[in-house]
């Protein structure tokens, strides 16, 4: 089944760590997103990539580093420097960035900085 | 900029009740609409959509009409059940542009 996979479901950090969330996609689509999602509100974009090695920041990028080395990949690093890490993420991938097409999204991680 | 504004939840009805969900939005170009819905614990998936005016998107017994002249594309089941419950976005897509942007979503309970 085709599909997008996050991972870890649940992640728990310390103040002051870099975590990493993964994405792996195996839709061969070309364009990727990091949203966030706190509770009561929409999706904040984060990150988007419309092909490897190339991405661009969205509306909320302070605190947070992505790669792209893979079409198939796109992990998200939530550094120490993000004030406000606790939050859900959401990757998603579409098959182009521009056009009318969907998102298609992951089940999400959930963080918790203790 | 381009925005899109959802009615407030929590929407609470009982099982076979007629839903709306409004939905209205602001674009200066001619964006496609969206309607995704979030199940617990879970991350977003494609309900429905409609790329130009007048079009009906429909799936699972939902509908929603794109009105140009109203900015509107409301969601509407005739007859809801226990397993709609779920938050639900409306969401438009300049086909210009890059970026998906979202209402604040509406969680609606359906009761037995």
């Known amino acids: 089944d085709g599909g997008i996979t996050q991972s870890p479901k649940y992640l728990f950090r310390k103040e002051g760590q870099n975590v990493t969330l993964s994405c792996e996609q195996n839709l061969n689509h070309d364009a990727m997103y990091w949203y966030r999602q706190d509770p009561g509100q929409g999706l904040r974009l984060i990150y988007y990539s419309q092909i490897v090695n190339d991405f661009q920041k969205g509306d909320i990028a302070e605190g947070y580093s992505v790669s792209r080395e893979k079409k198939e990949s796109f992990p998200l690093t939530v550094t120490s420097a993000q004030k406000n890490p606790t939050a859900f993420y959401l990757c998603?991938?579409?098959?182009?960035?521009?056009?009318?097409?969907?998102?298609?999204f992951g089940e999400g991680s959930r963080l918790t900085v203790l | 900029g381009d925005s899109v504004t959802q009615m407030e939840g929590p929407v609470t009805l009982s099982e076979e009740a007629f839903l709306t969900i409004n939905c209205t939005y602001t674009?200066?170009?001619?964006?496609?609409l969206f309607w995704y819905v979030q199940y617990p614990g879970e991350g977003l998936q494609l309900l429905l959509k409609?790329?130009?005016?007048?079009d009906k998107g429909s799936n699972k017994g939902f509908e929603a009409t794109y009105r140009k002249e109203t900015t509107s594309f409301h969601l509407e089941k005739g007859s809801v059940q226990v397993s709609d419950s779920a938050v639900y976005f409306c969401?438009?897509?300049?086909?210009?542009?890059?970026?998906?942007?979202f209402g604040a979503g509406t969680r609606l309970f359906v009761k037995a």
């Open positions: 969401a438009l897509k300049d086909t210009g542009g890059f970026k998906t942007i």
């Open positions: 409609a790329t130009k005016a007048d």
């Open positions: 998603a991938s579409s098959i182009m960035l521009a056009g009318s097409g969907e998102l298609f």
């Open positions: 674009a200066t170009g001619y964006p496609s």
